[in-house]
T-cell receptor, first 112, second 117 residues
């Protein structure tokens, strides 16, 4: 069975501080892992994805995530938060088949 | 290139009424997915079309939900009769690749917020 756990439904960081959003997954097969972001009144936008190959994946807007198989984790990071990063972030796993399994989302607040 | 579009953006109906949600995928995408997010919970898979065929409908909650994709282009999701627990945001997504474990990205629409009173 596949599932995703996002620790922390709300995360607040100061502008310029490190952003760390946690994602742990369970999967019976090698997973494909995704991070999506949803800005207010918009659809989910792909930030980055891991399928195979290099375990450190770089995405848009300065975000990156590292696939750690031993820890079943795919945490999302950004070295320096910007006000425009305030949004809701979703981690998703895709294992067998084509459907995605999402976490419950993490709302990021950036404090000026 | 136009993204995935959904209509309406919001719908407020009373319990027992019928509502139809529409999704227009990205042109040329054979795969179309419906998901739902109940407030505060995770986004959950409902079903997957490949062209006009239902590939996987394991996530459909019950027989009050009917999805169609005539002609393999846009899709509709009808809820009849609607119940209070059907409230949530319904997302549609599309992707290009076919076959199991395609690495293709799913592109999501903005969602339809359904409120059942």
């Amino acid at each position: 069975a596949q599932s995703v756990t996002q620790l922390g439904s709300h995360v607040s960081v100061s502008e310029g501080a490190l952003v760390l959003l946690r994602c742990n997954y369970s999967s019976s097969v090698p997973p494909y892992l995704f991070w999506y972001v949803q800005y207010p009144n918009q659809g989910l936008q792909l930030l980055l994805k891991y399928t195979t190959g290099a375990t450190l994946v770089k995405g848009i807007n300065g975000f990156e995530a590292e696939f750690k198989k031993s820890e079943t984790s795919f945490h999302l990071t950004k070295p320096s938060a910007h006000m425009s990063d305030a949004a809701e972030y979703f981690c998703a796993v895709r294992a067998s088949g084509n459907q995605f399994y999402f976490g419950t989302g993490t709302s990021l607040t950036v404090i000026p | 290139e136009a993204g995935v579009t959904q209509f309406p953006s919001h719908s407020v109906i009373e319990k027992g009424q019928t509502v139809t949600l529409r999704c227009d995928p990205i042109s040329g995408h054979d795969n179309l997915y419906w998901y739902r997010r109940v407030m505060g919970k995770e986004i959950k898979f409902l079903l997957h079309f490949v062209k006009e065929s239902k590939q996987d409908e394991s996530g459909m909650p019950n027989n009050r939900f009917l999805a169609e994709r005539t002609g393999g282009t846009y899709s509709t999701l009808k809820v009849q009769p609607a119940e209070l627990e059907d409230s949530g945001v319904y997302f549609c997504a599309s992707s290009q690749g076919t076959g199991t474990r395609s690495t293709d990205t799913q592109y999501f629409g903005p969602g339809t917020r359904l409120t059942v009173l």
